[in-house]
């Protein structure tokens, strides 16, 4: 295992990848998630997590991270179309929720983290980056929390908000596509 600032790097290279997997699951459920509700709450949260990947990044770069942003965005990509598989066997705002809710709390608790270090190591920038970012992932997991808790109930009472007709149609494609099997 590495130490030092190898180790320093490592983890803001690890927390880069994980947060733009959870950005880029927000930005799609942003466009297609079934309910509006939903939605608007990843529309409310694009901005925060597009300024928390920015001063990622930039942090990143200030100690010198290894790996360079292209390395870092070919496995945020590959990231993002797993999480976009996994989606489409994720056929309702429900299922999707409950992935982001974990992605989230991991952002959190790193944020967290990185707040308690840098306050610990005397580095500012990691501090207040961390202390920002767990601020704010509070924020979003509150919301989301709220959201997952409405549709739970929702689903017992049988009273889900219909899929948009732009879902159902990318459904419907979805099972229209030969399978390897049939």
Avoid: W
Wanted: aromatic fraction near 6%; hydrophobic fraction near 35%.
């Amino acid at each position: 295992m590495d130490t030092g600032h190898d180790f320093l790097r490592a983890q803001i290279n690890n927390c880069i990848v994980q947060h733009h997997a959870l950005l880029d699951a927000v930005q799609m459920h942003a466009e297609q998630a079934d309910d509006q509700e939903y939605r608007d709450l990843c529309v409310k949260y694009l901005p925060h997590l597009q300024q928390h990947q920015t001063m990622l990044q930039s942090y990143g770069n200030s100690i010198g991270t290894v790996g360079g942003s292209s390395v870092k965005n070919v496995l945020g990509a590959v990231l993002s179309k797993a999480r976009e598989v996994v989606d489409a066997f994720r056929e309702t705002d429900f299922l999707r929720v409950v992935g982001d809710i974990v992605m989230i709390r991991q952002s959190q608790d790193t944020f967290a983290t990185f707040a308690a270090a840098g306050e610990h190591l005397g580095d500012t920038k990691l501090a207040e980056l961390g202390r920002m970012g767990e601020s704010q992932h509070d924020d979003m997991q509150r919301d989301f929390n709220a959201y997952v808790r409405t549709l739970f109930v929702a689903h017992v009472k049988e009273n889900v908000p219909e899929k948009s007709s732009r879902a159902t149609e990318m459904n419907l494609e979805s099972r229209d596509t030969p399978t390897m099997h049939g």
